[in-house]
Structure formats: structure tokens, C-alpha cells
């Protein structure tokens, strides 16, 4: 005779127990990146005031304000530039408030700069080739040639093509056109295989002919790379987010869908001008 089996409907009620929790962690973790209450004095300047935000995985998701407004201070927050006075950070729900700026990249939190940060001496082709090296843990032989490693090659082949920076691979970064540096700048994030990539004003500095390229390699970003994105561009922003959180004095002040944010008269008010509304609004081709 064989062993006597669960009681009828055990196994029902356990499928319907590993749903559940199934279904929890999937609401767990549709946010992957979110602070509480955070908040960054300076002496008695908050610079920071009590930001609750929260970054859906696969966002695009945009963080605009006035000058001012603590924007690049709450990126140096989420990513350890800054500790916060008080409040919490949370990286698919763990705590990461206290650690390291390496940890956090470690971890999945990139950013870029509103000044880029290349090795002026380096080419394309050996900064991403640097990058990609370093996130593979062979960077000891980073210097060697590329094609001694197929991985990296093909890693590095891929990146410049969808950078649009195979034609100037070989040149220095200092020679580059100020948009091509941009674009390195965000290769080199992507090389880090990010899950959050904090983009700190991409276009900033850019010429007005260069920027589409960018706005079209922003938006051609993986789906699986949750994005925030610092800008004052609101062409940018409103052909490229989802999401808006606006920031005045620190704070939030407001979020929403574009559509949302775009017909808000407060918004308006402390900080979109009536031109810049018809701007971002008209179709771009």
C-alpha cells in the first residue's frame, strides 16, 4: 500500500500560498529604486526636504525643476555622493542609505554627469573597452588588444554601434565633437550593466543641431533599464518620459503622467513658461 498522500486540497491551498507570494514579490518589486522621507541639510539650508520618490523597474521617469531646485543634490544621494541627514534609500527593497559609491554601482546604480568624466587620452573603442572589462572582472588585462577577448570585442562592437560611434572609435576623446562625448558618456554607464541609470542633464552643454541624435539614442535604451533623467531640455523630457516628478525648493512639488504635469497651472506657474509648453508640446519629427 502506498504512503498516505497530503490531505485533499493541501497541495490546491499550497499552489494558491506560492501564487500569492508569487504575486507579493511581483508587487514588491515593480519599484526598484525608492527613498522615505529622505532629506540633506546644509548647516540650515535643506537642500533636500522630505523627498519620497519612487522609480518603477523599466521606468522613464524625469526629474525637472528650477535651478536650485536640489535636483543634482538628490542624485548625489541615490548614489553616495551625499549622505542623507536623515531618511532612507531602498534598491529593490534593500536598504543601501549607507553604502559606498562602488557598492551602489556594484549593486546597479549608474549615473552620468552634467560635465562628462572621459579619459581624454583614451579612444572610444578602449574606454568602453575599459568599461565592459571592469563589469566582467578581467580589467588586469583591459590594455591588451581588444580582439584578444571575443566577448569584450563583440561587447564593445555592440555598444559603439548603437552609440553611433563605430565611425570615431579610433580617435581620442578629446578630438570627439562634444554630443559624441556625450554619447560615450552614456555607453560607458550602459558597460556597467545597470538596472537604475541616472542620466544628470545628457544634452547639457550640447549643440542645438547635435541633440537629436542623443534624444533618438535615449530613447532606443533598453526596456529593462529603469531611467531617471535629470534635464532642463523639455523636449527631451516630454517626448521621453512616462513619469514626471517636479522639484521646487527641495521638495516635490508635483508628478504625474506628461499629460498631467504639462496642464498643471502650478507647474506652469513656479516653473514652465507658457513658450516652453508650446515647444514641448508640438510633434517633433
Not at 519612487?54 to 548614489?79: D, F, M, S, W, Y
Not at 562634444?178 to 550602459?190: H, M
Not at 545628457?202 to 529603469?226: C, H, K, M, W, Y
Not at 534635464?231 to 527641495?250: K, Q, S, Y
Amino acid at each position: 500500500m502506498s504512503a498516505a498522500g497530503p490531505p485533499l486540497g493541501a497541495n490546491a491551498a499550497s499552489r494558491g500560498g506560492a501564487a500569492a507570494r508569487a504575486a507579493s514579490v511581483g508587487a514588491m518589486s515593480s519599484v526598484v529604486l525608492e527613498t522615505r522621507s529622505l532629506v540633506k541639510r546644509f548647516g540650515g539650508l535643506s537642500a533636500t526636504n522630505d523627498v519620497s520618490l519612487q522609480v518603477e523597474r523599466g521606468a522613464r521617469h524625469a526629474l525637472i525643476g528650477p535651478n536650485g531646485a536640489g535636483k543634482t543634490t538628490l542624485i548625489n544621494l541615490l548614489t553616495g555622493v551625499l549622505e542623507p541627514t536623515s531618511g532612507s534609500i531602498a534598491l529593490d527593497g534593500s536598504d543601501i542609505t549607507k553604502l559606498s559609491v562602488h557598492a551602489r554601482v556594484h549593486r546597479g546604480i549608474v549615473r552620468t554627469f552634467q560635465i562628462n568624466q572621459l579619459f581624454n587620452g583614451l579612444t572610444p573603442l578602449s574606454s568602453l573597452a575599459l568599461a565592459v572589462s571592469v563589469q566582467r572582472g578581467s580589467s588586469a588585462g583591459w590594455w591588451k588588444p581588444i580582439g584578444r577577448d571575443a566577448a569584450v570585442a563583440a561587447e564593445c562592437a555592440s555598444l559603439l554601434e548603437r552609440f553611433r560611434l563605430a565611425d570615431v572609435m579610433d580617435q581620442p576623446v578629446h578630438s570627439l565633437a562634444y554630443g559624441k562625448r556625450r554619447l560615450l558618456e552614456i555607453a560607458t554607464a550602459l558597460a556597467c550593466r545597470p538596472r537604475v541609470l541616472l542620466l544628470d542633464e545628457p544634452v547639457a552643454g550640447v549643440p542645438e543641431g547635435d541633440r537629436q541624435e542623443i534624444f533618438e539614442t535615449i530613447n532606443a535604451l533598453p526596456a529593462d533599464v529603469s531611467i531617471l533623467l535629470i534635464e532642463h531640455d523639455m523636449d527631451l523630457v516630454f517626448n521621453f518620459a512616462r513619469t514626471v516628478t517636479v522639484l521646487v525648493n527641495g521638495a516635490v512639488f508635483a508628478e504625474g503622467d506628461v499629460a498631467t504635469i504639462s496642464n498643471d497651472p502650478r507647474v506652469k506657474a513656479v516653473y514652465l513658461g507658457e513658450d516652453d509648453m508650446v515647444d514641448a508640446q508640438a510633434p517633433h519629427g
